[in-house]
Structures are given as structure tokens and as C-alpha cells.
């Protein structure tokens, strides 16, 4: 299982120069490298590689770092692709997707630039980096993490690793390749319903109201179209700077609840269940005024945080259809759509159940899960001799 370890590099003065020129320098070659693949109908690596290749060392990049720069620009081209047949940039002919098929990908100045073990070396008793830049081989670069991660990094880190510069911090994201361990056989499902009004409710009575998270983002909404109204050179450089904050205050609180999930399955040896949610946002229609709530509900970040954490210790998951899981009785299994009273409410009409909506909604994807599993191993019925 591979997962990534962000570590924060702490350079001098001068190495935080080397590292910035030399972001600009690769993803400036990175544009010019993919004007030409788009001129040439974007070939094969190799056959990029014969007309890129010496124009790059000529601009002064290393052999394996021009390596990286043709091979990242033409996997930039493969994942545009996939985008594009996957319907993810819009219907052909919509403005979105004519845009991206009739000009070059580029690339940001500060964009991530791949390293492997030719370029970065890793001193971890010292807390240094040695790393290749445009202006030579820099020695004794100096990088912070937590104990856990530094462990990880020791037994586990394979493969490449790519720098970053964010907000004028510099940091090296690397792989790494952790045993995964079996999947135990489940004594029965948790039913994770997620929602807006309540981001996460489980069939064990654990719930994780939104309602904190929502006034959050109604606070960054406020402020952006303040700052985006007043438009001065300082009200600009506000926004940048704030621009991730949101994003990355969700994140943290998905970590949080993802890691009570699956933590309470590992403790009871249960499974975990999830609704498969895939294209809600193109089914769903709401007024004008709750499409800010769902295009900014954030249930699919939540679901790969629970998935690779169920992952990292075992537990099984699985995925279940959503339908009727907020208009089917948990006790007696009647389906109506009047059973929902309101958005908290569900009281069966058929055996007069009555319930916390999310609630009734999570034993309902907990008892799907069981089915689906069951339907899924296989058999264990010996053979006939």
C-alpha cells in the first residue's frame, strides 16, 4: 500500500534561492516541453524524449532531471486525457473542454517537480536532505516532521519524491510502501451515512455534526466576495494567502472523523459500510441557493481518508447502493417516501418506527453491507470428495 509522508524543508538563505530557481527553471522547461507536445499531437515519452531531450540539457538541467520534466508533461497529457474520456471537464462542445483540448497544458512556477534516488538522498539520523539544483548539488538541507513520520520515511520510503514550494515554504512529499496487513472476517458491518447537515453518522450512535464546518465555510464565503468586491492590491494578497485555508481545515476535520470510524471497527472487529455516492453532484438538483452546501460537501475526500485507513489496519469495506437507504424502515424494511417526516425526522408508516433520519439511514447501509459481503467471499463449503 503506498501512501505519502509530507516533510517541511528548513533551507538557509541561499539554499531557499537554489530551491526557488530551480522550481521556476524545470516548470518553465515543463511548458516548453509541452507546447512541443501538443504541436506533434503529444507522441509517446520516447519519441518526446528525442525532441526535448538536448534542448533541456542545453538550459542547463541534469540528465535525470530532464527525465522527469519530459515524463511528468507526459503524464500531465495521459491524466487530461483520461479527464476528458471519463466526461470529468464536460460534455464535447462545452467551453470547459474545448479549452483544454485546443491549447498546452502548462504548468505553475511552483508546481511539483519529481526526484529519485539520483537527485535526493536522505540523511534521517541528521535531519538533512541532500537534493540536485540548477545551481549545483546542495549538501545539508535541513527538514522538520513528526517522530511518527520520520519512522516511516526510515522503513518504508520507496520510490520518487517531489518537491513543492507553498506559500514560500518548501517541501519534499515522498512514497512510501507499507505491508498491508489481512482483512479480518467481519463480526457485522458499521453503516457510515454521510451528509451535510451531519457529515458522518454511524449504526453505533456516533455522529459528527456539520453544523461547525457549515458556519465555517459560510464565514470564508462572506470574506472571499468582500475581498473579491474591494479588489485592492492588499485585499488580493489576502485572498491568496487565505485561499487554501478551508480546504485545509475540512481536510483536518475528515481526518478526525475517519480515523473514529475506523478506529471503533478495529476495536469491535466489525466492517465498515459506505454509500457509493459516484455522480451525485450530476443527478442531484436543488435550488440555487443549496448549491454552494453540496458542491462544497466534501463526502468524497472523507471516503478515500476512511478507505485507506481501513486499508492501513485491516478492516474490511465495502460499498453499498444508496437507494432508499433514507426511506427504508431499519426494524421493518417498509419503503416509502413519505416515511421521511422531515430532514431529521423518519417515522415508518407501516410499524410507526420513529428515528433520527441519519440514524435509521446508517443501520439501513449497515444491514445492505452484510448482504453484499456475504454475496462477495468466497464460499467456504468444503468440496465433495
Known amino acids: 500500500m503506498k501512501i505519502v509522508t509530507q516533510v517541511k524543508l528548513l533551507p538557509e538563505a541561499e539554499q531557499a534561492a537554489a530551491l526557488r530557481s530551480t522550481l521556476r527553471t524545470v516548470n518553465k522547461a515543463a511548458n516548453w516541453v509541452s507546447g512541443v507536445a501538443f504541436e506533434r499531437g503529444v507522441p509517446r515519452e520516447y519519441e518526446l524524449r528525442k525532441h526535448t531531450y538536448d534542448e ?14 519530459i515524463k511528468k508533461t507526459r503524464d500531465a497529457y495521459t491524466t487530461l486525457k483520461a479527464n476528458i474520456r471519463a466526461g470529468n471537464l464536460g460534455k464535447p462542445g462545452s467551453k470547459r473542454r474545448i479549452k ?15 526526484y529519485d534516488d539520483r537527485c535526493l538522498s536522505w540523511q534521517y539520523d541528521a535531519g538533512t536532505v541532500s537534493i540536485w539544483t540548477t545551481a549545483g548539488r ?17 522503513e518504508h520510503r520507496k520510490g520518487e519524491s517531489d518537491l513543492i514550494e507553498r506559500d514560500g515554504v518548501f517541501y519534499l512529499i515522498a512514497v512510501c510502501d507499507i505491508p498491508e496487513p489481512e482483512l479480518y472476517e467481519p463480526d457485522g458491518f458499521i453503516g457510515v451515512d454521510l451528509g451535510i447537515v451531519n457529515i458522518a453518522t454511524t449504526s453505533t450512535g456516533y455522529r459528527a455534526a456539520g453544523r461547525g464546518l457549515n458556519r465555517h465555510r459560510a464565514r470564508q464565503l462572506a470574506l472571499r466576495k468582500k475581498l473579491q468586491t474591494k479588489g485592492t492590491k492588499s485585499a488580493k494578497r489576502l485572498l491568496k494567502r487565505r485561499s487554501r485555508k478551508e480546504a485545509r481545515h475540512t481536510a483536518n476535520i475528515n481526518h478526525v472523523i475517519s480515523k473514529s470510524i475506523v478506529t471503533t471497527a478495529e476495536r469491535t472487529g466489525s466492517g465498515i459500510a459506505l454509500e457509493d455516492l459516484t455522480g451525485i453532484r450530476s443527478r442531484v438538483r436543488l435550488r440555487k441557493d443549496q448549491r454552494t452546501s453540496l458542491h462544497s460537501w466534501s463526502f468524497q475526500q472523507l471516503g478515500q481518508y476512511i478507505a485507506y485507513k481501513a486499508r492501513r489496519a485491516g478492516v474490511p469495506l465495502v460499498y453499498v447502493d444508496p437507494a432508499y437507504t433514507s426511506q427504508q424502515c431499519s426494524e421493518c424494511g417498509h419503503i416509502d417516501r413519505k416515511n421521511r417526516a422531515d430532514q431529521a425526522t423518519f417515522a415508518c408508516r407501516a410499524c410507526g418506527f420513529l428515528a433520527n433520519a441519519d440514524d435509521n439511514a446508517s443501520h439501513n447501509i449497515g444491514h445492505k453491507a452484510e448482504t453484499v459481503w456475504t454475496a462477495g467471499r468466497e464460499s467456504r463449503v468444503p468440496v465433495t470428495p
Do not use: N
Open 56 to 69: 533541456l540539457k542545453a538550459r542547463g538541467l541534469g540528465a535525470q532531471a530532464a527525465q522527469h520534466v
Open 100 to 114: 483544454a483540448e485546443t491549447k498546452p497544458i502548462t504548468f505553475r512556477p511552483e508546481a511539483a517537480q519529481p
Open 138 to 154: 546542495l549538501k545539508g538541507v535541513r527538514f522538520a516532521c513528526s517522530p511518527d513520520a520520520l519512522k516511516m520515511l526510515r
